[in-house]
């Protein structure tokens, strides 16, 4: 039997990115909430540099829930699914701890890729297949939620778009903003410098990324030390921004504010008239319900949608808010793939570092150049960056001069050109389509007997088009900047399990075709949110991480001024 709880106004499954970010609006406003996380507090003693315990040993997500419940992958149902692994992390704080912390907005574009589409190149564009719809709002909807987020948590950057002045330095593609960023970009370093010079060369338009990251003392907390250990690593003197250190400890001060640690929630409760009532959860050997006048999911896109699917009810024999059968679909993640790698015939000083630490093109991005004669909507951002260290630089491709990965020869040309080769990070468009989407699978279980989710997806014809036309551009970008050798790696197929996932809980004005309404509540639980990218439907060429905070703010501001309604 579960211990029930005393009630409180809100809680909030998942402390992380956005939930995180959620709490702080809402304590302000003097509501209760209780705070549910999976994972425990870490110090920044847990974030020693290290290499090999880190980024090869996947400390400490290796050792967590996330690991026990990796989802199943396929690429279409005719497919047999096979377990990967799981790259997101139990903490208060979530993933925000261990991120690259690329924070970007997106493009207006991203907001009505159907209607601009159909405006520029006619009403057949829309890749077949694809259930992509425009959001219920549009770019200046969310610009000042962005605001909020920078100068919350602390981004750094250059404005490129400043109240409608284009700013060279920073990107110009970029919807219009009010403010600057509240800090100045990360240092470039000599590898950036010499990909910038390059690209300037070619009458292209380089620019600093924006990252989650301290350039100067903000908000007590110091400027990044470039040590080079973060990629999968938290920051041992707090400079990456995660909730854990900007948002959470704020709405903690609050006093309206509970975080419970290691509460592993495994069901949302429903009363007899179908409205959320609370949450069950297991901490340790103990089964806790936490009754609330609302309840916000925002633990990461498949965790979401799976609690929703395991929450099943008479009210809700398909899983929570799922009489539509919406939730699990239109999900896709970020086409990541489609490297592109370099190889230099001199050093490139690019030791150490950090991934955010780039410089990036938008000029193939989006909707930034003219599609008329091309066979693929959206585009790609180019990201050069930092960030070498010993073990990854022995993993280096050989370029195909030495015959094996071991041996003298191999030996030899890891010694000399350690630090001669880069490799592009490049995101792009990725679109939702029919046969895409996540359920939970009927065979494999997590380590306490429920279904782990089952992503059946793969990326399609636009999605590798736009890789092969962003490669030809990185290649090009490449060479201009002295490369003597370049490799174009493989389109992409199946989706497998990513940092950068969306959809599953889309949000719309249509009830019959998403799940969450211009707000983030449920359009059939009207007491129930979701934060995160899994109420996105565009994905951009972007990481999804600041706009998923903003919508997490705007959902909160919402609940405050609504109180009454959706509280009931």
């Known amino acids: ?184 970009p990360l240092r470039s370093s000599p590898f950036t410098t010499q990909m910038d010079t390059a690209a300037r060369r070619l009458n292209w338009d380089p620019f600093q990324g924006p990252a989650a990251i301290t350039t100067e003392l903000f908000d007590g907390r110091p400027p990044c030390q470039y040590h080079g250990f973060c990629n999968k690593g938290g920051c041992h003197v707090q400079a990456k921004s995660s909730t854990a250190v900007t948002a959470i400890p704020k709405a903690l001060d609050t006093g309206n504010l509970e975080v419970v640690t290691f509460a592993r929630v495994t069901e949302i409760v429903v009363d007899d008239s179908g409205r959320v009532s609370g949450v069950n959860y297991l901490k340790g050997n103990e089964s806790f319900f936490q009754p609330a006048e609302v309840v916000l999911l925002a633990s990461y896109a498949y965790e979401n949608v799976r609690l929703l699917q395991l929450s099943k009810s008479p009210a809700f024999p398909n899983g929570l808010a799922n009489n ?38 938008d000029n193939w991005a989006d909707d930034n150049f003219d599609h008329s004669q091309l066979n693929f909507i959206g585009g790609a951002n180019l990201w050069v960056h930092t960030d070498r260290r010993p073990i990854s630089a022995a993993k280096m491709s050989t370029f195909g001069k030495t015959s094996s990965a071991w041996g003298s020869d191999w030996k030899s040309f890891i010694m000399k050109n350690a630090d001669r080769t880069n490799t592009a990070y490049i995101q792009k468009t990725t679109l939702p389509y029919e046969s895409n989407f996540l359920d939970l699978d009927p065979v494999v279980k997590d380590s306490i007997g429920l279904p782990v989710t089952r992503i059946t997806a793969q990326y399609h014809e636009n999605e590798k088009r736009i890789a092969a036309y962003a490669q030809d551009k990185m290649e090009q970008w490449y060479k201009e900047a002295g490369a003597i050798e370049v490799i174009k790696h493989g389109l992409g197929h199946a989706m497998e399990a990513s940092t950068h996932a969306y959809g599953g809980a889309r949000m719309g004005l249509n009830a019959e075709t998403n799940v969450v309404n211009q707000w983030g509540f449920a359009h059939e639980v009207p007491n129930l949110g979701v934060l995160g990218a899994a109420v996105m439907g565009t994905s951009g060429s972007r990481n999804p991480t600041l706009t998923a905070q903003a919508l997490a703010w705007r959902t909160a501001e919402h609940l405050v001024s609504s109180w009454q309604s959706i509280a009931g």
């Open 1 to 184: 039997m579960a211990t029930r709880l005393a009630k409180t106004d809100v809680v909030i499954v998942g402390m992380g990115a956005t939930g995180g970010v959620a709490a702080l609006p809402l304590t302000n406003a003097g509501l209760k909430v209780i705070g549910l996380e999976a994972g425990g507090w870490l110090s920044p003693r847990d974030f020693a540099p290290d290499e090999l315990r880190n980024g090869s040993r996947n400390w400490p997500q290796s050792i967590q829930k996330a690991a026990q419940e990796a989802p199943t992958v396929r690429p279409s149902s005719d497919k047999e699914s096979k377990q990967g692994g799981h790259p997101m992390m139990n903490a208060v704080g979530g993933t925000s701890m261990h991120y690259w912390a690329q924070s970007w907005r997106l493009n207006p574009w991203d907001f009505s890729v159907v209607t601009e589409t159909r405006n520029r190149y006619g009403v057949d564009r829309i890749p077949s297949g694809s259930t992509v719809e425009d959001w219920p709002f549009g770019y200046d909807e969310l610009e000042p939620y962005y605001e909020k987020i920078e100068y919350t948590v602390g981004v750094s950057g250059q404005a490129g778009n400043l109240q409608g002045k284009k700013i060279s330095g920073g990107n110009i593609f970029e919807g219009e903003r009010r403010r600057d960023y509240p800090m100045k």
């Open 324 to 361: 539509s059968g919406q939730v699990g679909r239109h999900y896709f993640s970020h086409h990541q793939g489609a490297p592109v790698t370099a190889l230099f015939e001199r050093d490139l000083h690019n030791w150490y570092g950090l991934p955010a630490q780039g410089v990036a093109i």
